[in-house]
């Protein structure tokens, strides 16, 4: 990503509907939404609708599988990282876990600032977040 700072946002997705939401939040709270970049494995059926929404956001890279074939959380995690490219912070979620602003207060504030972020409160999230 050149020397600016990017963050690459990784989402493993069993049959949840709310990862749209959660993926259409985290582009409205960055100051800078170029430099925010999304992986989310969805493990659904694939004639659910629910998810089509996750096309219209230009930064999220999505990997789609049968929620038949699913093999765990782990495999899902594997998955949504595939499309990591040279981001230079990377942070998991889990999108439907009760705790708000957790993610944003774990960044540094000087990482926050670089990639435009802004604090999230609007859907729930449980962070693991790993420096490059």
């Known amino acids: 990503m050149g020397t600016q700072e990017s963050i ?3 989402i493993a997705c069993l049959d949840d509907p ?27 059926d694939p ?3 629910s998810y ?3 096309g219209n956001f230009k930064n999220a890279r999505v ?7 699913a093999k765990g959380p782990i495999y899902a995690r ?10 230079n912070i990377i942070v998991k ?3 439907t876990i009760d705790s708000s602003k957790l993610w944003m207060r774990s960044l540094s ?7 435009g972020l802004r604090n999230m409160s609007s859907f729930p999230t449980i962070p693991s977040i790993f420096p490059k």
């Open 93 to 95: 979620l889990t999108a």
């Open 63 to 69: 990997d789609t599988i049968h929620f038949e074939k």
């Open 52 to 54: 089509q929404d996750l």
């Open 78 to 87: 594997y998955r949504c990282e595939q499309p990591f490219k040279d981001e």
């Open 18 to 44: 709310d990862v749209v939401l959660t993926v259409a939040d985290i582009v409205a709270q960055a100051r800078h939404p170029e430099r925010v970049f999304v992986g989310v494995c969805l493990q659904i």
């Open 109 to 115: 504030k000087n990482s926050r600032n670089a990639c």
């Open 8 to 10: 690459f946002v990784s």
């Open 47 to 49: 004639n659910d609708s």
